[in-house]
């Protein structure tokens, strides 16, 4: 039976922080846990602040990046012998996965994003996934229809449990029925009334950040914000490109409406931190994921086509836009703040080691 207070090692891939915001909601509820990653590259958009980087190099060369392999896989041993609870976020290489497989008795894993997308599926439930798959500048070619079958079939063999939010279409039930749904954590660095005083400015403001431009649908999000111009309506927009988490963060206090993708058919931890700063979030989500969001979600759903009419209606009334505003907190609050996230980990730990 698994501890009422077990030790957790996550490891993995750090993407959008979902490994740090999660350490935090640990350590928030007095859960023991360590955070390692292998992360070579390491984005601007992401902070490592509770986790330890194998690599202190960002962007290794060839002859250090096998040095940090080899430090990586000796401290990962360390910490696995320490721990009662693995949990991986990402895919990792076969061998990670057996010797994790071999030192713990509890172990999961987690998908994100191309990790395990399977480009069939997804077109088959959404119909403008289309506009980046054929495009020839998607940024996640290597997204495969067979790969996400076959890395589930292995890790199942393992023993592994499957910690799922938005992805959980892509594992078929008939191979494991150890899946269980957790939302993502996420949470601001800055720490600060995130709310902006609409009275202080006279334009709303719009925000977009393109961290992956054909994924998201920006040439989409630049011809509505070209429609609603033409049509002489009053509001500003920026495109955030570039900018580090932090500074990412202090621009976007100031945003009225954060438009965040129009073609995954999902919200991101983008999406997230502008629900935590009470911010209208704008963006594209399937029925079947609606469906795991819940019927509170309080952002606007829009397509490529109907943009432009979305973000007309919130720039012209300021009475909706603050109504949506205190709904983000709390939808926020419930479903992505850390403590609320780690506390429905450990319960699906638990539950997943029983079956």
């Not at 399977?118 to 495969?144: C, R, T």
């Not at 150890?178 to 720490?191: C, G, Y």
């Not at 429609?227 to 988490?245: A, Y």
Request: with cysteine.
């Amino acid at each position: 039976m698994m501890k009422s207070k077990p030790k957790v090692l996550l490891y993995g891939t750090n993407c959008a922080s979902v490994i740090n915001s999660l350490t935090i909601g640990f350590k928030k509820i007095n859960i023991p846990v360590k955070s390692v990653s292998f992360d070579f590259n390491r984005s601007i958009y992401n902070n490592y602040s509770e986790i330890e980087c194998i690599c202190r190099d960002n962007h290794p060369g060839t002859v250090k990046l096998y040095f940090y392999k080899l430090k990586g896989l000796l401290i990962l041993i360390r910490y696995l012998l320490w721990c009662d609870v693995v949990h991986i976020y990402g895919t990792k290489q076969n061998l990670h996965y057996w010797l994790i497989a071999k030192l713990s008795k509890y172990k999961f894993v987690t998908f994100v994003g191309s990790d395990i997308r399977m480009p069939e599926i997804e077109l088959g439930v959404n119909p403008y996934f289309k506009y980046a798959y054929y495009n020839d500048g998607y940024e996640y070619k290597n997204e495969s229809d067979n790969c996400a079958n076959k890395i589930v079939r292995y890790l199942s063999k393992l023993n592994y449990g499957f910690i799922v939010w938005d992805m959980g279409i892509f594992i078929d039930r008939k191979i494991t029925d150890k899946v269980e749904i957790v939302p993502h954590a996420s949470i601001n660095k800055l720490q600060k009334d995130y709310i902006k005083n609409s009275s202080l400015h006279k334009k709303v403001l719009i925000i977009h950040s393109p961290t992956a431009p054909v994924a998201k649908g920006t040439e989409f999000v630049l011809k509505a914000i070209e429609k609603l111009k033409e049509k002489n309506i009053s509001f500003e927009f920026r495109l955030l490109k570039n900018l580090p988490n932090e500074e990412y963060q202090q621009v976007i206090i100031e945003a009225d409406i954060y438009v965040d993708q129009l073609i995954w058919g999902a919200y991101g931890i983008a999406a997230q931190q502008a629900l935590q700063m009470g911010k209208v979030v704008v963006a594209y989500m399937t029925p079947e994921r609606l469906n795991i969001y819940g019927d509170d979600l309080p952002i606007q759903n829009a397509t490529i086509n109907n943009l432009a009419e979305v973000l007309g209606k919130l720039i012209g009334d300021s009475e909706l836009r603050e109504q949506i505003s205190r709904q983000s907190v709390l939808y926020y609050e419930k479903m992505h703040k850390p403590e609320i996230v780690a506390a429905k980990m450990l319960a699906t730990y638990k539950f997943l080691s029983k079956s």
